[in-house]
């Protein structure tokens, strides 16, 4: 297990190498000039010329590289201009309201998904089995921004129940409720949507389970119905969902940008819209490259986890 | 639970011929800003959907709409399709150091949320439809290419692959007759599963404002011009969304009866 632990570490390393470099020269192809575009209408021949000198545009693309990668280890991912002032500290700030929208919404999704799959596993012949394959359909179809403005149609507008957007009452006093508050439609409509590929999935998974005779001897046993389902059916089905939640997290990070855009939630989400409409390309790379990290450590853990929960799997 | 869905389709099909049709009826220009009309209801002055905030008569921005996203999406499929099962079967056919170099290429652009990829797309080409198009047909190669690879490498070990190879059959011969055809079924059901979700992605990013650019919309679009009205007309967003999610249904349907 250790060694398993420690050769999935080693293998980030590659991997993270890999991706740096393509989002380094995928930035590279940006057309124009990214010291004309800073200037603006001070880009006269003379100030680009500085400029560009001043920030190592000059040397070659591989040099460039491995001074970025530099500067990246020391956290220093330059300036935004659309914003005047450092990507870093802009990212994490509002990398904090991504991960509590994306954390909430992942919540959602899988507490839906897991009651909705196993309810519908379990009763699949009676018509909420049959009702699941409809909702299941329309939970894939349905955009989670849409979801989100007729959140905003009917709790917000017409109902008043919840803020129609932000992550705090400008004058409010803050805290715990009022953040929920904010927090509850976005992570509603980003959970919900995502929510209904989870379901699908463990509603098969545990149809594959249930027919098997150690279901039958339990049920034999006389073992209650409802332990049998949570304890001897699902609990096996547990490590064969873990790869799809990791997916699923890449599902709601993306999610965000949209939902972030909807409710005016202050996240990277956000943040990388506005940095592509002013041509930031510093502050998307920022963006791009920490949403990038939180996916492939969530399916490092999601892997690890795997490895725990089902031994056989190391062997 | 047949009916409903059956239902669906019948609608879906209905909005996405009269979207084809559009051109040929008695509509006005989707594009033209009239402000004497603005905001006016339904069944008002002949706009049977009412009009937008420009006076732009709504039914023919809608269906002009939903003809742009449609065919945004196909494309979109189209491309990454091509783009897919070119690297997969090049990929599963010659297998060694061409399917490692290949498929960690792969592995690279999927080690991103597919759509933080699709924007670092749209940042390089610029906001605009045909560039939100390529941008998500871009982060759905990796799927096909691994589909079809999966398919590839099981057929090239297939014993009328070798009959024909003894025969003297080159390896464009063997691709094009031998392979292709008989990955046709996994294209399909791939084709179909990911239709509805370049549907609804190509419209996230128009709706965000990366997409389509103004005066043209898709339904994108539209639902963002009408997320200005909500809090006078809180049912604005509605229309434009039920229509994409009709053709989301029933893309996904068509999808489902063939698996």
Same mark, same amino acid.
């Given at each position: 297990?250790?060694?398993?632990?420690?050769?999935?570490? !080693?293998?980030?390393?590659?991997?993270?190498?890999?991706?740096?470099?393509?989002?380094?020269?995928?930035?590279?192809?940006?057309?124009?000039?990214?010291?004309?575009?800073?200037?603006?209408?001070?880009?006269?021949?003379?100030?680009?010329?500085?400029?560009?000198?001043?920030?190592?545009?000059?040397?070659?693309?591989?040099? #460039?590289?491995?001074?970025?990668?530099?500067?990246?280890?020391?956290?220093?991912?330059?300036?935004?201009?659309?914003?005047?002032?450092?990507?870093?500290?802009?990212?994490?700030?509002?990398?904090?309201?991504?991960?509590?929208?994306?954390? *909430?919404?992942?919540?959602? *999704?899988?507490?839906?998904?897991?009651?909705?799959? !196993?309810?519908?596993?379990?009763?699949?012949?009676?018509?909420?089995? #049959?009702?699941?394959?409809?909702?299941?359909?329309?939970?894939?179809?349905?955009?989670?921004?849409? +979801?989100?403005?007729?959140?905003?149609?009917?709790?917000?507008?017409?109902?008043?129940?919840?803020?129609?957007?932000?992550?705090? *009452?400008?004058?409010?006093?803050?805290?715990?409720?009022? +953040?929920?508050?904010?927090?509850?439609?976005?992570?509603?409509?980003?959970?919900?949507?995502?929510?209904?590929?989870?379901?699908?999935?463990?509603?098969?998974?545990?149809?594959?389970?249930? !027919?098997? /005779?150690?279901?039958?001897?339990?049920?034999?046993?006389?073992?209650?119905?409802?332990? !049998?389902?949570?304890?001897?059916?699902?609990?096996?089905?547990?490590?064969?969902?873990?790869?799809?939640?990791?997916?699923?997290?890449?599902?709601?990070? /993306?999610?965000?940008?949209?939902?972030?855009?909807?409710?005016?939630?202050? /996240?990277?989400?956000?943040?990388?819209?506005?940095?592509?409409?002013?041509?930031?390309?510093?502050?998307?790379?920022?963006?791009?490259?920490? +949403?990038?990290?939180?996916?492939?450590?969530?399916?490092?853990?999601?892997?690890?986890?795997?490895?725990?929960?089902?031994? #056989?799997?190391?062997? | 639970?047949?009916?409903?869905?059956?239902?669906?389709?019948?609608?879906?099909?209905?909005?996405?011929?009269?979207?084809?049709?559009?051109?040929?009826?008695?509509?006005?220009?989707?594009?033209?800003?009239? @402000?004497?009309?603005? @905001?006016?209801?339904?069944?008002?002055?002949?706009?049977?959907?009412?009009?937008?905030?420009?006076?732009?008569?709504? $039914?023919?921005?809608?269906?002009?709409? =939903?003809?742009? %996203?449609? $065919?945004?999406?196909?494309?979109? =499929?189209?491309?990454?399709?091509?783009?897919?099962?070119?690297?997969?079967?090049?990929?599963?056919?010659?297998?060694?150091?061409?399917?490692?170099?290949?498929?960690?290429?792969?592995?690279?652009?999927?080690?991103?949320?597919?759509?933080?990829?699709?924007?670092?797309?749209?940042?390089?080409?610029?906001?605009?439809?045909?560039?939100?198009?390529?941008?998500?047909?871009?982060?759905?190669?990796?799927?096909?290419?691994?589909?079809?690879?999966?398919?590839?490498?099981? $057929?090239?070990?297939?014993?009328?692959?070798?009959? %024909?190879?003894?025969?003297?059959? %080159?390896?464009?011969?063997?691709?094009?007759?031998?392979?292709?055809?008989?990955?046709?079924?996994?294209?399909?059901?791939?084709?179909?599963?990911?239709? %509805?979700?370049?549907?609804?992605?190509?419209?996230?990013?128009?709706?965000?404002?990366?997409?389509?650019?103004?005066?043209?919309?898709?339904?994108?679009?539209? @639902?963002?011009?009408?997320?200005? $009205?909500?809090?006078?007309?809180?049912?604005?967003?509605?229309?434009?969304?039920?229509?994409?999610?009709?053709?989301?249904?029933?893309?996904?349907?068509?999808?489902?009866?063939?698996?």
């Amino acid at each position: 297990m250790k060694l398993y632990l420690l050769k999935r570490i !080693v293998l980030l390393g590659p991997v993270l190498a890999g991706v740096t470099f393509l989002l380094f020269a995928l930035m590279e192809l940006v057309p124009g000039d990214a010291a004309e575009a800073m200037l603006g209408p001070y880009a006269t021949s003379d100030n680009v010329q500085r400029l560009r000198s001043s920030m190592n545009l000059e040397a070659p693309f591989p040099e #460039r590289y491995l001074f970025w990668i530099q500067n990246l280890v020391r956290l220093d991912l330059g300036e935004a201009y659309s914003i005047g002032r450092p990507v870093r500290d802009e990212v994490l700030e509002r990398y904090s309201a991504t991960l509590i929208l994306a954390g *909430a919404a992942f919540a959602v *999704a899988l507490v839906v998904g897991v009651v909705c799959g !196993v309810c519908a596993a379990a009763w699949k012949d009676r018509t909420i089995g #049959r009702l699941f394959s409809l909702v299941s359909i329309l939970g894939i179809s349905i955009p989670s921004f849409w +979801l989100g403005l007729m959140f905003i149609s009917l709790f917000s507008v017409a109902l008043g129940w919840f803020p129609s957007g932000g992550i705090g *009452a400008i004058q409010g006093k803050g805290g715990a409720g009022d +953040l929920l508050a904010h927090l509850f439609l976005p992570a509603m409509a980003l959970g919900i949507v995502s929510s209904s590929v989870i379901a699908q999935f463990i509603r098969s998974a545990m149809l594959e389970v249930l !027919v098997s /005779g150690y279901i039958r001897t339990a049920r034999a046993k006389g073992v209650e119905g409802f332990q !049998v389902l949570m304890s001897h059916a699902f609990r096996n089905v547990i490590p064969s969902i873990l790869p799809l939640l990791g997916l699923q997290a890449g599902y709601v990070i /993306g999610g965000a940008v949209y939902i972030e855009t909807v409710f005016q939630w202050p /996240g990277v989400g956000r943040m990388l819209v506005q940095a592509i409409q002013s041509r930031d390309i510093l502050l998307v790379q920022g963006g791009v490259l920490i +949403l990038g990290t939180s996916y492939l450590i969530i399916n490092l853990i999601t892997d690890v986890l795997q490895h725990v929960l089902d031994p #056989r799997l190391s062997k | 639970m047949k009916g409903v869905l059956k239902t669906i389709s019948v609608f879906a099909w209905i909005l996405v011929l009269a979207s084809m049709l559009a051109p040929l009826m008695p509509l006005p220009d989707p594009n033209a800003v009239e @402000l004497g009309q603005r @905001l006016m209801p339904p069944f008002v002055n002949g706009h049977v959907l009412g009009t937008d905030l420009l006076g732009r008569d709504l $039914l023919a921005r809608l269906l002009s709409g =939903t003809r742009t %996203s449609l $065919l945004v999406a196909i494309a979109a =499929t189209c491309v990454s399709l091509i783009a897919g099962t070119c690297i997969g079967i090049t990929s599963g056919f010659y297998g060694g150091k061409t399917d490692a170099v290949l498929m960690r290429g792969v592995d690279l652009v999927m080690a991103f949320p597919y759509l933080v990829f699709a924007l670092a797309i749209v940042a390089v080409l610029g906001p605009g439809i045909g560039n939100a198009l390529m941008a998500i047909a871009v982060v759905n190669v990796p799927f096909f290419a691994r589909t079809v690879r999966g398919a590839a490498l099981e $057929l090239a070990q297939s014993r009328y692959v070798e009959a %024909s190879r003894a025969l003297g059959a %080159s390896n464009a011969r063997l691709v094009l007759f031998h392979l292709l055809p008989n990955l046709s079924p996994t294209l399909l059901t791939a084709c179909g599963t990911t239709f %509805s979700w370049m549907l609804l992605e190509t419209a996230g990013l128009s709706f965000i404002g990366l997409g389509a650019q103004p005066p043209h919309a898709d339904l994108g679009t539209m @639902l963002s011009d009408s997320r200005r $009205l909500m809090l006078v007309h809180p049912l604005s967003p509605l229309i434009p969304g039920l229509a994409l999610v009709l053709l989301a249904v029933s893309g996904n349907l068509l999808a489902a009866r063939r698996t």
